[in-house]
């Protein structure tokens, strides 16, 4: 009876009731068509993040992550802000050229985020002088906006592993 209230702290934990879900359609196939609470299943992958907490490396990321939270909540807001100028700035470049594909600033987001995050699909592109010469300081910022990240967190990382070692 010992084990007792560690099993039903385990039934009643978030993994525990996860894993109920998990198998309860497999218990209640009772020739009733259930292959819509099967889907279920599914929720078994949240299984896998058990996992974390036996990884040195994933305490320190999280650790590493925890240490740099202000400058990614900061960098992330200034993204925000950048990626709204750089729509309002094609919206404004293209409009009069290509007013099917620049109909608004929300439309012009969706070049904006292919843009700055250096995919760029070529489904939206400039023609005019004005927008090529845009696009490339907003490809500039770009570059930008997936190397800061990386260097913070590299550097927390860093700083994590230094902390450890402590």
């Known amino acids: 009876m010992g084990g ?3 099993r039903w702290s385990f039934v009643t ?10 198998i309860l359609p497999f218990y209640l196939t009772t020739g009733l068509d259930l292959r819509v609470v099967r889907a279920f299943r599914l929720l078994r992958l949240f299984r ?10 994933m305490n320190r ?8 939270k202000e400058e990614l909540v900061l960098f992330l807001a200034m993204s925000a802000v950048v990626l709204y100028l750089s729509a309002v700035g094609i919206y404004y470049f293209e409009n009069t050229a290509q007013p099917e594909a620049f109909k608004s600033v929300f439309h012009s987001l969706w070049w904006s985020v292919t843009t700055l995050t250096t ?3 070529g489904d939206m592109y400039p023609v005019t002088a004005g927008g090529k ?11 930008g906006l997936v190397s800061v990240p990386a260097g913070l967190i590299a550097s927390a990382l860093s700083k994590a592993r230094e902390l450890e070692s402590d």
Do not use: E, M, Q
């Open 133 to 143: 010469a845009f696009t490339f300081i907003v490809l500039l910022v770009g570059l």
């Open 119 to 121: 995919v760029g699909y």
């Open 4 to 6: 007792l209230p560690n």
């Open 13 to 22: 934990s978030f993994f525990g009731v996860i894993d109920l879900v998990a």
């Open 48 to 57: 896998i993040l058990k996992l974390a907490r036996y990884s040195k490396a």
């Open 61 to 68: 990321f999280s650790v590493a992550l925890s240490l740099a």
